[in-house]
């Protein structure tokens, strides 16, 4: 198994409509991350969480949610998707031995 | 603050050929400094770091980089492009930021030339 894993790996999802992405991590990290890659903008940082009850905005969080559910898990949730979310998502997660990232989740929103 | 700037969109090299990748970065305190490999439909892979130790630092599948405090460049090369080479690289600071979160440049596409 994956030392981050993320799903789903693809989704199309309408305009308007809610969608939770997943992470979990077995890692044993305390922080995890979410960022989004666009073409030409590398990776963005949208949410950070340094622990359970630590949950910080990053650049690009408006249109963004999160839940750190356990040490483990960290999703991210699109309460309203809108097109210009569209995009390649990758969670993160960071210790002592550095960041490990997911394979990403592609969303499409038509 | 703190920023990465990658030259060079899309690089295109010959099979045997040297790859360099550019990166520029800004940070206000002494960095640590990234690059990483995102093979089509993965993740990314640490290719290499430098944390204050060895201006150069070599890293897997043959690449290394050189930190250039005086040119703020951490610039990666490899003297012999493979096939296998061909991804997108992507060039990140962690600085003294809370949380130490990466920041990533905009990423530049290698393809490699039979």
């Keep these: ?110 | 603050a703190q920023s990465v700037t990658q030259l060079g969109s899309h690089v295109s090299v010959s099979e045997g050929a040297l790859v360099l990748l550019r990166c520029n970065y800004s940070s206000s305190v002494p960095p640590y400094l990234f690059w990483y490999v995102q093979y089509p439909n993965q993740g990314l892979q640490l290719l290499l770091k430098y944390t204050s130790a060895a201006t150069l630092v070599k890293g897997i599948n043959g690449f290394e980089a050189e930190f250039k405090k005086s040119e703020t460049s951490f610039h990666l090369t490899k003297p012999s492009a493979h096939m296998s080479d061909a991804a997108e690289y992507f060039c990140a600071v962690r600085g003294n930021n809370a949380g130490n979160m990466l920041t990533f440049g905009g990423g530049t596409r290698l393809m490699v030339k039979p």
């Design chain 1, 1 to 110: 198994d994956a030392d981050v894993t993320q799903t789903p790996r693809n989704r199309i999802t309408k305009t308007g409509k809610r969608i939770m992405l997943e992470c979990s991590q077995t890692k044993g990290h305390d922080r995890m991350y979410w960022y989004r890659q666009d073409p030409g903008l590398g990776l963005r940082l949208i949410y950070y969480s340094f622990d359970v009850k630590d949950i910080n905005k990053g650049e690009i969080s408006d249109g963004y949610s999160v839940s750190r559910q356990a040490q483990a898990k960290f999703s991210l949730s699109l309460e309203s998707a809108i097109p210009n979310q569209t995009a390649l998502y990758f969670c993160a997660s960071s210790g002592v031995d550095g960041y490990t990232f997911g394979s990403g989740t592609r969303l499409t929103v038509v």
